[in-house]
Structure formats: structure tokens, C-alpha cells
């Protein structure tokens, strides 16, 4: 995973605007929760501003908090280090449309803003928004949901990016963390015009348990998909019910079928990190593509318990939330027959070897929000979820949860449930780590043309080929032409291959003398043997295109 740089310059204020709006909800009373809702932030950067605010004023009560009288600094005595942000000041200012159509509802004390880049946002010095004010919707597309499994409007955005009323006999949503129950209507709804003129379909109902998920289905999902759907939504319900004893009451979980639906799903643009996975949990319900809902679905359903059991207390560190999250999903497809769960567990331990992180620093970063440059991270807090189950057991992933509204600190509940002290179980986890992960060496060099510049490396890639046929461990080249492969100790060959939709095709291999080889049998081998090879280039006799002029279409650089 790439470190990547958290914060922003140092601030002449003891704390950043943001963190002085953080104190501010603090003053009032507000959980993190509510924090998160009135200042449109997630829970994790709610925590991540608490943290910061602890450690400046060398306070750990949330009660010193509240005692504490200091006040921002007049706007003058912050305008000479003004001029320093304005860099910062128009990245901002460049995402800010894009993000403007991201809207944002409560659900049993659970808000989750849209954006990554929500962070920079809130701190480059603004006035935040007061909490009344909504973003308004950026959606477009407007594909027709039918709801299955469901009488009720679910929660979070509805069809043609605008919001369902409630109806009057239900309760209006709060920040509070027990999930609102729906009441569900005897008889169906009637159609109504949506803001932006096009008639919304009236839901198909069908029967459900009360308290179960209500599944909505955006565009047209095949019936046959639909139905695959809702049996492994039962299974869900079944599984965490009799596993763990576990139930998430009326769980939204919204279904599309492309792009377009599951755009207009979200209620507003579609973030990096959803385009990539094709799945997000915010506002209390879960989205997911009906191609990618594989894994989704039963590890959202956990991270939405999480939410509920802990009452709006601070869920402690991000690597055990992700990573319990993942390891009972494990745990479902290991009894659903899907995969085992060493199966699953030996994949989780090949890609965490790639992860050197501490664990330590994802406290304060979450594996989900790192799985933008992979699935290291989350990898890592899953082996490490694993190792706590080994001492503590299976149920203890609940339990710690479960007794966060009753102890003073998440740290109390930790040890409460686990039987050791976060310390204790960082050492031992460093040292579960250290005797099962590979240790992996960079190779790393660059692919250039034959007048010795950096090639186009868009959609290139290197793999180190083991010799003996075992397998290989790849990488995407950066656009500067440079890679960097973390193999473990091995004899490998490095091949070069181009993605052509919908496969990679051949290039050739590197040849240590001309620096290309066309065929397999004459590449140079590399020997991976307790130490790191840099330097390497790869030198193409010609153009990408020339080498691959498949991969091209009519006028395609």
C-alpha cells in the first residue's frame, strides 16, 4: 500500500477550523454520530479531529473537552498565513462541484458523507454548512426502482435524485443509533411525480419478516438475478442470527443494475473508490451493484451492526472495524459453501504480505478508504481480526461491540472482550505478522523506446514469472514508466504485457543485453535471493502499437 500524507501546513491557531466545529458539537452534547450528520463528515474523520483535538490540549476526557474554554483566534491574526493554503485552496475548489450533489441521511445515528476528499474540504477554511442545509442532488439518470422484499420507502436516496416524505405515521429519522422501524403499508403506493417531473412506478411489494432488509432494485435486474439476490439475503439474516445472534432490523440495501442505476442509486456523483468497487455502505443502507454484490452484502450487514450495537460510541480503532467486518464475511461464505475459510484465509495472508503499514496506523485510517491503492491494508486488519479470534474466540467480535455503550473508553471494551490490552495485542499481532507473512524484495526499473525515452505506459504492465512455474506476482506500470514488483525469494522471468478490454495480451520479456526479448525461452532470469534489484530497463525495439497493433483501434494512439 502507498504511505500517503495525511494533514495539512501547521495551522497559527491552537486547533483548525474544522477541529474548532468538532468542539464546538462537542460543547453541545452531540455524539460522534451526531457530529457526523450536522457537520456532513464520516464517523472516521469525526474521530480522527477528536483524536487531534485530544492530543493539542492534552485532554482525554470527553467532560475536559466540554470544560475547556478556549476560542478560535481572531480571523486577522490568521490572514497572514492565509496566502500559504491557496494552493490547497484551488485543489479544494476543483473537487468542490464534483462533490456538491452528494446528499446526506440519517439512519439509526449513522452518516456518511460522500467524497474521499471530504476531509480537505472541511479544512481549508470555510464556514461549514449549517446543519439544515442539503447538497442538492447531481443525479440525471433516472431508472424506475421496483422495491422486492419490501413495503416501506427505504432509506437514503429515492428514484430521480430526490427525497421520499416519509409517511405520517412514521417517525421522522434522527441521529440516534437504533434504526427507526418503517411502518409498512396494507395497501400499495399510489404513483407520484418525482421534482423532476418523471412519474415514479409504484413498488411491487412482497412478503418479508417484519424487521428484515428492505431490498430495492434500481434499472432492470434480471429475475433470475433478483432471485439469487434475495436467497443470499436470507442467508445473511439466517447466518448472523444463528452464528452470533445478531439482527439488523429494516436494513436498507439498494441494488442496481449498471452504471447509470447505480449512480442514480447513490443520489449523487459516484466517488472513486464506489466506481472501483461497485459497492458503498453510507447513511445507515447499503449500495451495491447487482454484478459485484459477491462479499458485499454480508460483510455491510456486519459493519451495520457494529453501528447499531455501539449506540453512537466511538467504534475504536479502523482496522478492527473493517477487519471483523471482513472475517465474518469469511466466516458466511465458508458456511454458505462458497469458499472455505482457509481458503479465504490463505489469499487474506498472500496479499497482506505485500503491507508493511504498523497496525497501529490504522487507528486513525481506514482500511476501506486504502483500498484505493489496494487490498493490502484491509488484508492486514483481517489477519489481524483473525489472530484476536484465536485467543478470544469467534464471539468476541460481537461482545466487544456490544459492550462499547457500557464501558468507559473503546479500550475497556477491548480488553473486556479480548482479554488483553490494545499494547498487548498490538505486540502480539506484530509477531503473528512477522512468522506468517513472506517477506517480499522490490524489483523495480523502467520501460523505455529505442531512443532510450519512457515509453506510453498506459494499460502496461510487468509480472515476475516464476521459473518453475508456480505462478508470478504483477504490477500496472506508473505513467512514468517505472515499476516496482514485491516477489518473494524466487528465479523469475519479467514479462511485459498491454490490457487489451477484455484481456492482456503479450508484449514480450526482458532480455538483459538488448534489454526485450520477443520470446519466453531467451529472457533473462532474475534471481530474488534476500536482497532488493533496482536499475532494470526494459528497452522496446519500437511503439506500443507497433509491438501490440491489436490492442489499437482505427486512429487510437
Not at 470 to 493: H, K, L, M
Request: aromatic share 8%.
Amino acid at each position: 500500500m502507498l504511505k500517503r500524507g495525511r494533514g495539512r501546513p501547521p495551522h497559527p491557531d491552537i486547533l483548525t477550523p474544522a477541529e474548532w466545529r468538532v468542539l464546538r458539537e462537542i460543547r453541545t452534547g452531540a455524539t460522534n454520530a451526531e457530529i457526523a450528520v450536522r457537520l456532513g463528515l464520516s464517523l472516521a474523520t469525526v474521530k480522527f479531529h477528536i483524536r487531534n483535538i485530544r492530543n493539542k490540549l492534552d485532554l482525554t476526557e470527553r467532560a475536559e473537552l466540554v470544560a475547556w474554554r478556549g476560542e478560535p483566534q481572531p480571523a486577522s491574526q490568521r490572514a497572514a498565513r492565509r496566502w500559504m493554503l491557496a494552493p490547497i485552496g484551488l485543489l479544494v475548489g476543483f473537487w468542490k462541484p464534483v462533490l456538491a450533489g452528494a446528499a446526506i441521511t440519517v439512519v439509526g445515528g449513522g452518516a456518511v458523507a460522500a467524497g474521499f476528499l471530504a476531509y480537505l474540504i472541511v479544512n481549508d477554511g470555510e464556514p461549514a454548512a449549517s446543519p439544515g442545509d442539503e447538497p442538492a442532488s447531481a443525479a440525471t439518470v433516472s431508472p424506475t426502482p421496483t422495491v422486492a422484499e419490501a413495503t416501506a420507502p427505504p432509506a437514503g436516496p429515492s428514484p430521480g435524485g430526490t427525497t421520499t416524505p416519509a409517511p405520517a405515521d412514521t417517525p421522522a429519522a434522527t441521529a440516534t443509533s437504533t434504526p427507526v422501524p418503517t411502518p409498512e403499508p396494507t395497501t400499495e403506493a399510489t404513483p407520484t411525480p418525482a421534482a423532476t417531473g418523471v412519474p415514479v412506478a409504484t413498488p411491487t411489494p412482497e412478503a418479508r419478516e417484519e424487521g428484515d432488509p428492505i431490498v430495492t432494485f434500481w434499472g432492470d435486474v434480471p429475475d433470475e438475478e433478483r432471485d439469487t439476490l434475495r436467497a443470499r439475503v436470507t442467508d445473511v439474516i439466517q447466518f448472523f442470527d444463528e452464528r452470533f445472534g445478531i439482527h439488523v432490523p429494516n436494513l436498507p440495501i439498494h441494488i442496481a443494475a449498471d452504471d447509470d442505476a447505480w449512480a442514480t442509486a447513490l443520489g449523487g456523483p459516484v466517488e472513486p473508490v464506489d466506481q472501483i468497487h461497485k459497492a458503498a455502505y453510507r447513511n445507515g443502507a447499503l449500495f451495491v451493484q447487482a454484478t459485484r454484490t459477491f462479499d458485499w452484502i454480508e460483510r455491510f450487514y456486519f459493519e451495520a451492526f457494529q453501528e447499531q450495537a455501539a449506540e453512537g460510541r466511538d467504534l475504536g480503532p479502523e482496522w478492527l472495524s473493517e477487519g471483523a467486518a471482513m472475517y465474518t464475511a469469511h466466516l458466511f461464505r465458508h458456511w454458505r459453501g462458497e469458499k472455505t475459510l482457509g481458503d479465504a484465509l490463505a489469499l487474506v495472508t498472500w496479499a497482506a504480505s505485500f503491507d508493511s503499514t504498523p497496525l497501529e496506523d490504522l487507528e486513525r485510517q481506514s482500511p476501506t478508504a486504502a483500498e484505493l491503492t489496494g487490498v493490502e491494508t484491509a488484508s492486514t486488519a483481517t489477519l489481524a481480526a483473525e489472530w484476536l479470534v484465536s485467543r478470544a474466540g469467534e464471539a468476541a467480535l460481537v461482545a466487544y461491540y456490544e459492550s462499547l455503550p457500557n464501558s468507559e473508553s473503546w479500550e475497556e471494551a477491548f480488553e473486556d472482550a479480548f482479554g488483553l490490552s490494545p499494547g498487548d495485542a498490538y505486540e502480539g499481532i506484530a509477531a503473528h505478522r512477522a512468522t506468517v507473512l513472506v517477506v517480499r524484495r522490490s524489483v523495480s526499473g523502467s520501460i523505455r523506446g529505442p531512443d532510450d525515452n519512457p515509453v506510453d505506459a498506459t494499460r502496461l504492465s510487468v509480472y515476475a514469472v516464476r521459473v518453475d512455474g508456480s505462478g508470478s506476482e504483477g504490477v500496472t506500470v506508473a505513467r512514468n514508466a517505472r515499476f516496482t514488483i514485491r516477489p518473494p525469494d524466487s528465479t523469475y522471468r519479467l514479462q511485459v504485457t498491454r490490457y487489451c478490454p477484455p484481456e492482456s495480451v503479450e508484449l514480450g520479456w526482458y532480455e538483459e543485453e538488448s534489454g526485450f526479448t520477443r520470446e519466453e525461452s531467451e529472457a533473462t532470469r532474475i534471481v530474488v535471493d534476500g536482497r532488493d534489484l533496482s536499475g532494470i530497463v526494459i528497452r522496446l525495439p519500437g511503439t506500443v502499437r507497433e509491438l501490440v497493433p491489436e490492442c489499437f483501434g482505427e486512429g487510437e494512439s
